[in-house]
């Protein structure tokens, strides 16, 4: 399964049941008596740290870059990048070159006007330089006298990079001179050197590697990534250049990247768009496109959007070339304005009556977009600049989007037509769906024709309702007698389900095992889905903890992230956490997931001389029905993993869901080879 989709702990563990312990070298609490404040409390002045230069990154890099994961990782090149793509923006850069190096380096490179390098007023005894490498909040971003527009505010973006990487280099070419200056872990290793007259030369270069004690030992940046990321920022900017290299060895056994390029798109983000839905059908004919001002006093803003027949739509965007993963008050605006104009071209043509039910969600059905503004002094929440909060931004993308959407609806009335007619239907099925729901559960429940058959729980809501998908019958029958009634619904399924990533339309279509499963859901699948019709608040994958069960469960998430992607999106799908073993000495017994905890529990939980009594689970009908309920199905005491879709890394899902579970089985093959060193004798399950 993709890397990209990850499993988050939802609910807290049982404490009993699976051996929890005080965590080791944590002291007991003690609870001072109220009143005083002195020395006898043990809590003095000599408590209070402070933390000075960048050590606070170092200390709490989530505050900073969301995470020491793989995309907090990725997050130190953006900002980098970043910095180089507001000097294009500015005017002052025409190229930027990327390169990643074998030994870890990743070095980027532009021609614009250079970091200053001149004493700094306020720390006349620092260049300006190390003043911006070594301070948080320091930088030529808090006013517009520099840049009008840019994708950083808050002076920390490369300090930050500075001081998370084990090494940083920063050569800057300006004024004809090239100057250089050198950093370890965030603290400069000299003085800046002036390395003398250079001629041919402009502009900033920043070579770094991360650290891997804050990133871990294997930490390293991703060849496919960055390679995408790199060109994302070319289509973002018709006017820059950018250069990409990468050393070969790097390369192996990675697919879609070479070890040079040059990115230019003259066409910006209708290239973009062109590019990604090549392959799907249109409901019209023409791309709507267009751009509105350049980096003026009032904003700009890009825009490129097509409706799909047979695909789900997207919404991708960006601020000052900053990727917006969660939106903000920029794609409002953008739905706001495509929903006026269709329903304005729709009372040109007197259909205004049957357009009125049109919501922006039915114009965003099917709909592929790209939307990129500039705005001076953007707000985000938080400093990974996920999601826009800046109340302006609608105003700037309604007032530059209304009018060319008019003019291109009447310009095109064929086009126009169908894409009226196209929204119209979804409204109308949404409206459909939603009196059908009023239908009683019970009554939809008795049409339901299921392997097993679905197992209904009582409440008639879908908050608080659960949906159990188990492998077989027997553990089906444990998983009835385990339940809570009221809340927790059973749906056994017949061993190994379809795999849709190999499966053509037509197998998956004439699947009544599927078909069915969908059908309990209730929620549709692709450019269908209706969360409004979900009829559970959680889905939940509870297969045994072996490797059929993971086999089983893998299958099940490529289904629901090929199908029903939003299922992911909104939280709704879960994986069970069942116990593999059962040690037991004496009364006392406790429960281990895997073999790795097993054995952790067996030192930790009971005396070094007990002869401990090892039952290892065959599968979950071999479990009785209070233990499946104690260690697995009661919501005080469970353990669920939520299935995650890594909203900046869509396209590197895509293509991992494709290459491991997909119709080639030589590149299965060649990831199998290349993880082959991770795996050992014990881990097979035989």
């Known amino acids: 399964m993709s890397k990209s989709l990850k499993s988050a702990a939802k609910s807290k563990s049982n404490d009993d049941l699976f051996g929890a312990q005080e965590p080791k070298g944590r002291a007991p609490l003690k609870v001072a008596s109220r009143g005083g404040g002195g020395a006898e409390d043990g809590y003095t002045a000599a408590d209070i740290e402070v933390l000075e230069g960048l050590e606070p990154v170092r200390r709490r890099p989530?505050?900073?870059?969301?995470?020491t994961d793989e995309k907090a990782l990725h997050h130190l090149f953006a900002e980098v990048i970043d910095n180089s793509m507001d000097e294009a923006l500015a005017g002052h850069a025409t190229f930027i070159e990327v390169e990643l190096t074998a030994d870890g380096f990743l070095t980027v490179t532009d021609n614009g006007r250079g970091i200053p390098v001149d004493p700094h007023p306020k720390f006349p005894k620092k260049s300006a330089l190390e003043v911006i490498m070594c301070t948080l909040h320091s930088g030529g971003k808090f006013d517009s006298k520099v840049y009008e527009t840019s994708g950083g505010l808050h002076g920390v973006g490369v300090s930050v990079v500075n001081a998370l990487s084990s090494r940083l280099e920063v050569e800057v070419a300006r004024s004809q001179k090239l100057y250089r200056m050198t950093f370890e872990r965030g603290h400069p290793k000299g003085k800046l050197e002036d390395l003398g007259k250079i001629n041919n030369r402009r502009g900033t270069r920043i070579r770094f590697k991360p650290d891997t004690d804050i990133f871990g030992a294997k930490a390293a940046f991703k060849p496919q990534r960055l390679f995408k990321m790199t060109r994302s920022k070319a289509y973002l900017f018709g006017g820059v250049e950018i250069r990409w290299r990468c050393d070969p060895e790097l390369l192996k056994g990675v697919e879609d990247v070479t070890p040079e390029a040059t990115f230019h798109f003259p066409g910006g983000l209708k290239d973009y768009l062109a590019a990604a839905i090549h392959a799907d059908t249109l409901v019209h004919q023409d791309i709507f496109s267009g751009k509105s001002g350049r980096n003026g006093a009032h904003g700009a803003c890009e825009w490129a959007v097509a409706w799909t027949a047979d695909a789900d739509g997207f919404l991708s965007s960006y601020t000052n070339t900053v990727p917006t993963p969660d939106g903000g008050t920029h794609e409002s605006g953008f739905r706001s304005a495509l929903l006026r104009g269709l329903k304005d071209h729709a009372e040109r043509i007197g259909q205004g009556?049957?357009?009125?039910p049109i919501t922006s969600e039915d114009v965003m059905v099917g709909a592929a977009a790209m939307l990129s503004v500039f705005v001076r002094e953007p707000e985000f929440q938080g400093q990974t600049k996920d999601r826009l909060a800046t109340a302006e931004a609608q105003k700037i993308v309604e007032q530059a989007i209304k009018d060319p959407?008019?003019?291109?609806?009447?310009?095109?009335?064929?086009?126009?037509?169908?894409?009226?007619?196209?929204?119209?239907?979804?409204?109308?099925?949404?409206?459909?769906?939603?009196?059908?729901?009023?239908?009683?559960?019970?009554?939809?429940?008795?049409?339901?024709?299921?392997?097993?058959?679905?197992?209904?729980?009582?409440?008639?809501?879908a908050e608080g309702s659960e949906l159990f998908i188990v492998e077989g019958d027997s553990a089906g029958g444990t998983a009835k007698h385990a339940r809570n009634r009221e809340t927790q619904a059973i749906l056994p399924l017949r061993g190994k389900i379809l795999n849709v990533a190999s499966a053509g339309k037509d197998k998956l279509t004439a699947n009544q095992q599927l078909s069915d499963l969908m059908m309990a859901i209730g929620c549709g699948t692709g450019a269908h889905y209706r969360?409004?019709?979900?009829?559970?608040?959680?889905?939940?994958?509870?297969?045994?903890?072996?490797v059929d069960g993971a086999h089983i469960a893998s299958l099940l998430i490529t289904f629901f992230y090929r199908q029903t992607p939003r299922l992911i999106d909104e939280g709704h799908?879960?994986?069970a956490v069942p116990p593999l073993y059962k040690l037991t000495v004496g009364t006392k017994s406790v429960y281990a997931r895997d073999d790795v905890h097993k054995d952790e529990l067996i030192k930790t939980s009971f005396n070094a001389n007990a002869k401990v009594e090892i039952s290892r689970f065959k599968g979950l009908g071999e479990m009785n029905s209070e233990?499946?309920?104690?260690?697995t199905m009661d919501p005080a005491r469970r353990t669920l993993l939520r299935v995650v879709l890594l909203a900046d890394d869509r396209e590197g899902t895509a293509d991992s869901v494709e290459r491991?579970?997909?119709?080639?089985?030589?590149?299965?093959?060649?990831?199998?080879?290349?993880k082959a060193e991770f795996?050992?004798?014990?881990?097979?399950?035989v």
Not at 353 to 356: F, N
Not at 442 to 452: D, E, F, I, N, S
Not at 627 to 631: A, E, F, S
């Open 660 to 674: 491991l579970m997909g119709t080639k089985a030589e590149a299965r093959f060649a990831f199998i080879t290349d």
């Open 531 to 546: 969360e409004e019709d979900l009829r559970y608040q959680r889905i939940i994958i509870m297969t045994d903890a072996d």
């Open 353 to 356: 009556k049957r357009a009125a």
């Open 405 to 461: 959407f008019d003019h291109w609806l009447s310009g095109n009335p064929v086009q126009a037509n169908r894409l009226l007619d196209f929204v119209v239907d979804r409204a109308e099925e949404r409206v459909r769906r939603r009196q059908e729901k009023e239908t009683a559960r019970k009554t939809a429940t008795k049409k339901l024709r299921l392997p097993g058959k679905l197992t209904d729980c009582t409440n008639t809501a």
């Open 62 to 67: 989530g505050m900073y870059i969301g995470g």
């Open 679 to 685: 795996a050992s004798d014990d881990q097979l399950d």
């Open 627 to 631: 233990q499946l309920k104690q260690t």
């Open 573 to 575: 799908l879960y994986l």
